[in-house]
């Protein structure tokens, strides 16, 4: 059985880049909603939220210039899935959208 940090390696096929910035969240039905980037790849970010998502929703994540993207970004993703931290925290992964 391969270790928990093996595993988690074994399962990306991209490397994930840790990321502190703000960004908004775009709904189809409930407008704009702030969250924080944690991390980033090509295929998705992981994100901080005081609200919860549902899985499998879609929405646009907006990443305004930061030490790390010289151009704001905005692109379409889909919910992989949403975890509880604590009261008003949730994490959530997001799935890029080609």
């Not at 096929?13 to 980037?37: I, N, Q």
């Amino acid at each position: 059985m391969l270790g928990t940090q093996t595993q988690a390696t074994y399962r990306r096929c991209h490397d994930r880049y840790l990321v502190d910035a703000a960004a908004t969240l775009f709904f189809d039905t409930a407008g704009e909603r702030p969250s924080r980037l944690m991390d980033v790849s090509w295929k998705g970010a992981g994100v901080y939220t005081d609200y919860p998502l549902t899985q499998n929703d879609t929405v646009q994540i907006f990443i305004p210039p930061s030490y790390f993207f010289d151009t704001p970004v905005r692109h379409h993703a889909r919910v992989a899935w949403c975890n509880k931290i604590r009261e008003n925290l949730w994490r959530a992964g997001l799935v890029f959208e080609v």
